[in-house]
């Protein structure tokens, strides 16, 4: 079955730098969309950055130009480079797969998330 499992979140100091990284299986990776999304206490989830099997990229108004989503479609991964961190970035982060484009939000498959805890 498809698994997506996260890694690498943690307790950081704002303007720190965190890379999270997304291991998927049991699907053609290189056939699906990747997105990442994050959800904090009291609050919706909201989609953070995408990337299309072509490489187009997408991203959150509020991480475009601190964040960057890439992918590796030999080692089935996508990554989440996180720079210049802030308060409000503190949320579980959730890796998903998409068979549809990107731009419709429409994702098949989650991970469980990865807790990033940002402090000031």
């Known amino acids: 079955q498809v698994q997506l499992v996260e890694s690498g979140g943690g307790l950081v100091q704002a303007g720190d730098s965190l890379r999270l990284s997304c291991a998927a299986s049991?699907?053609?990776?290189?056939?699906?969309?990747m997105g990442w999304f994050r959800q904090a206490p009291g609050k919706e989830r909201e989609f953070v950055a995408g990337?299309?099997?072509?490489?187009?990229?997408y991203y959150a108004d509020s991480v475009r130009g601190r964040f960057t989503i890439s992918r590796d479609n030999v080692k089935n991964m996508v990554y989440l480079q996180m720079n210049s961190l802030k308060r409000e970035d503190t949320a579980v982060y959730h890796c998903?797969?998409?068979?549809?484009?990107?731009?419709?939000?429409?994702?098949?498959?989650w991970g469980r998330g990865t807790q990033v805890t940002v402090s000031s």
């Open positions: 049991g699907l053609t990776f290189s056939s699906y969309g």
């Open positions: 990337i299309g099997w072509s490489g187009s990229t």
């Open positions: 998903a797969a998409a068979l549809h484009p990107i731009a419709t939000m429409r994702f098949d498959y």
